[in-house]
Nanobody
Framework: QVHLDASGGGSVQAGGSLRLSCDVADYFHGYKLGWYRRIRGDVEGLACIDPDGRVEYSASIKGRFLVNKDVREKQFYLYLKNLHPDDTAEYRC???????????????????WGLGTQVTVSS
């Protein structure tokens, strides 16, 4: 079973930025990777990336958030920019063995477990 722990969260003011990361050394090849967040029980897929580098973003964060797979460090990053108080949530990274192209709305359903990281944005 896939196990990924996210890190890099924290408390920032509105307009601030953060970089979240996951160590994906065991899942760098042959896996789709994704980020989602949990807000008061609801989940929202944010972004996913296929093994070939194709990326899909949720419309709600497109242009503000960016994902990157670092080949050298074997890290999967989520860059958060221009944060709003509505972005306050627990953020999780997940992976699924690759099949069809990733679909961002499905990311929260990946069979993956691990620790999320809390992002708190104050106004």
């Amino acid at each position: 079973q896939v196990h990924l722990d996210a890190s890099g969260g924290g408390s920032v003011q509105a307009g601030g930025s953060l970089r979240l990361s996951c160590d994906v050394a065991d899942y760098f090849h042959g896996y789709k990777l994704g980020w989602y967040r949990r807000i008061r029980g609801d989940v929202e897929g944010l972004a996913c990336i296929d093994p070939d580098g194709r990326v899909e973003y949720s419309a709600s964060i497109k242009g503000r958030f960016l994902v990157n797979k670092d080949v050298r460090e074997k890290q999967f990053y989520l860059y958060l920019k221009n944060l709003h108080p509505d972005d306050t949530a627990e953020y999780r990274c997940v992976a699924r063995r690759s099949g069809a192209n990733c679909v961002v709305s499905v990311v929260p359903q990946y069979e993956s477990w691990g620790l999320g990281t809390q992002v708190t944005v104050s106004s």
